[in-house]
């Protein structure tokens, strides 16, 4: 019977690793837990874990074995405070290295109020000439993932074949990662929630907010990833995180040409024909040490 | 009063530099002509110049000089043939290297049926496991600029400040894009229609075709783009050709950041802000020897 | 008094890490100790730890505090057997990528014998038509660091700020290095050398060998590195350690010019002339996760 | 009977390309010329032409043919007058993004004394805290090539595959530089002499000046080169000029194993271990539109 936990975390790790597991929970199982902000920062504003996208977590699976696939479906991500924060000027690493002294406060935080009854983000501070400066909210997962291969811990700031700071805005609730599983237990991590966020997080940041989330979690035995795949309705993806920007685009384009071949009945000339004539590509991070760039295919041009 | 021209072109250019002209037009006039396609064949499938996305033009802008932007609203691209050619495999530099050895038939050619009644295009060989594999034309603009600076003439594979081969796919009807003028006339090239094309051009070739195509051309004295501009019904944006891939997107992002502060009354932090929280990145192509990244804010979000 | 420590390694690490010191060493000791080779095999070719660069270590050097520098000597490297493994053929990501279907043999081995008094190595396998194929030992340090920040464990296959997986053809004895310490006693491991091996270790490989290894600590206070440094008898160098190659540049070229201002009394327009001048940069490795440049100066340069 | 050409330019272009040659020598001939700096100054200092490189040439060499290889020895490269001029401050595409703030008077000049007697060359301003800084000069040539394939003109301050901007300290007198011909003739053009200069030209110039240069040139048909090489009394050496820097190695890398395979009576096997163990990799300049990237062999390694 499929088993729903909530989970209050009383500790955070700033990296994803092969720490001791703080839940047990078996396929098919639901989590309802929260998570800090990128500073550490939990509902009540309090700092309870140093700056870099502390996670929740991790959460054992119960039969997970490496070379699975663990799948984590994003049932709820929703602030649970009313305030935000994000940058002011965009990161000096998506200008032209020349324009860099043209930056408005790098490094400086925008403050946000946060609406949970609209559904709103209203800048406070700093002002600038729209104003009121209004947005919609999106909430979404920044930086989560499984324990990395061969008893490495790697901070949350970055991310790899086994998730982390990916900061793809499409990570919304009714959106499932399916993750490579290097670790008996996968172990998954979760952090980083935005209450929205443009492509690329090129302020460095997104709307920064605690969050409550609800997620649940399966398995694919000898499922046969490489990197992080997703899908949510609409879409299949894959999702490729290293630098520079056009290594990530090799490595999602790889992984969905793979998943095609072995997953979808595709010989590899329909495969390549499919994705050459329907591929759309996403940038979720250009600012992380690793960035992000998602591939993705309309399920509607699936055989 | 502005004019409407109907330009049979006789010779073609392979590269986009400062050619004798072969139409002189006023800003506001519109023009009516024809493009061979990528490998120089016209719509009678005639191979009429040499393989490279070959230029018609290039029209001469009268009144304008280095400094200006030319602005070429598209009004309407449609296949004036029914056949066009694509890629089999993968291009080699957008899968990881050790992959390349997988990639099925790397410059063979795919051959396709355009129904223009219907509006789709079918594959005719290599046969695929999706059978009949029939997709809706999206016909587009792959490769047009202005004259490069210096005195320059660069093949119409590649792009730059000056346009060129961008391959992106939002260079349809009803979208409007805005060069900085280089040269004395601006001199306007226009080549590589696509019926239909995936994000990136990753099969190394868009569904190439012949086109006819119509344009209108108007002026803005003293603009200040440094990098193509471009706006449709819902969006703007500017566009980076270089690579890699990264710099293509600082050049596009600096682009929209200089525009939103020149032509849209914002300061510094008004422009940062905005764009950290709205904006859309698009991958016009990573097949060339320049790399397209489009850099976009819907018109919504502006004051 | 400083000590000579004989340290016979029991165990080994494949992650740079927060590691159970197995030696507690005080500045200015000189420790004498053996690596395994990069696949984990020992001076008598047996396989004692898995593949991945395997570390000895970590050391604990007493008094050593973040925000210190860590001082390496390297005093002798030498190989402790007779047989070495290289590659056959160049790493896929080093040609050009329409090229890697040219590669004989990527990924297979080719083994050495290694004669310690004649200092040469000669190659057994596989036949190639200069034969005998006999090369000069040279022997180097490839992987070597201290623990990174914040917790984290990295796989000795890659480098970063710490160190890790350089593949400099300069670490030979008589060189120094300095690293940045981020945690209580630096924690200094080290591992995987080289018999000899071009620029770039293209072949994915050097000679791979079990080595003996002696070196000695010290320590600065409040250092200030960012980067790795080091010194051998001519020149002052910086190491950066990323993808891509560009950005390793950069982080090698600016850490320079840190160092140069802060411990060399120049003034910045000082330092930028002198490098600018008479900077030299040689490649560590274009094969690992992370690429390594070098950026070199003369000391007879040096005021 | 082997020509030597007295040629005193009259008009410079500041691109490389398909122009009106200047003089027609033969394969064997010997030209004495000059070139003005980068800035379009002459041995007197006048401004003769505008800024960027500008080329003497190009030259009509008989006999050649596209596929042919031309080669170009360069047998003296002289100031011709007793200043030249330089950078101040470290190109903004050198150094960590967050540090371009850091530079000191980035497109400003540096202006140095050149005594020809002595061979020095003493910096005039502005004054640093090393007092006198003198040089050794160290002259080469910086930009030349023949015209570009295609009907292309492109601008001196860039390079490709038929050679333009390339800063490679190696190209001193006694050096050889192959080029692949692309239009009859080849037209070889050259221009962009440095007094000296560090790895990289990372202050964004060499010690720019005016030179006498002499060369003498000869063809080898039907030679295969796609990418220059060259040679001197110790190495033989390919180039690759392109962004990214990882890219540049590659084609410089590919190009050697291509060259060692079709002259040097290799397989594959034996020129990938050869080239594994023995390359040596330098860096020409990352300053330029194009990365260099010089992958080096020594001839004694040669069979």
Redesign the interface.
Known sequence: MAKTHHFVPERYH??L?SHEPVLVIAPGDTVLTSTVDASGCDSTGEKVVGH?NAQTGPFYIQGAEPGDILSVKFERIWPNRTYGY?????????????????????GDR?IWNIDLKEGTAT?QR?K???DP?V?ALNPMMGSFGVAPA??????ARTGGNYGGNMDYRGVVPGTTIYFPVFVKGALFHVGDGHA?????E??GRG?EVSVDVTFSVDLIKNGGALWPRGENEKEIFTIGN??????A???A??EM?RWLQKDF??????A????????????GN?FN?A?TVVCKLEKKYL?
């Open positions: 700033l990296t690793g870099g994000s940058g002011c000027g965009l990161s000096s690493n998506v200008v032209e290295p020349a324009y860099v002294r043209e930056i408005p406060g790098e925008s800048l700093p600038v000439k729209i400066f947005i061969g008893g490495q811990a790697i901070s929205a966020q443009g492509d690329g090129i302020l709307i290293v630098r520079p920007l056009h290594q685009l090799q490595h384009t790889t040409l009945q595709m010989d590899a000339p329909t390549h024909m499919l994705l050459g004539q329907y591929v759309r590509y996403q940038i250009v040490p960035y055989p």
